[in-house]
């Protein structure tokens, strides 16, 4: 599958929290943790559990960075 995403961050699924519509999905990226809200229907078709392999594609057309 190609990308037009370039921040591709791949680690391990660490947490499947299912709610009633969304699921939350944490993956440990060498120890930090990214978190993605996405549908339940999404987590049951691609099989997610914890201990997988998974990676979070970010892409966003606006980064804040803020001190």
Do not use: C, F, P, Y
Request: aromatic share 0%; charged share 20%.
């Amino acid at each position: 599958m190609k990308l037009s995403a370039r921040n591709v961050l791949t680690g391990t699924v660490t947490a499947v929290d299912v709610g009633q519509v969304t699921s939350h999905v944490k993956i440990d990226i060498g120890g930090s943790i990214v978190t993605a809200a996405i549908t339940n229907e999404a987590v049951a078709d691609l099989g997610l559990k914890v201990g997988d392999r998974a990676s979070a594609i970010i892409k966003a057309s606006d980064v804040i960075v803020g001190l």
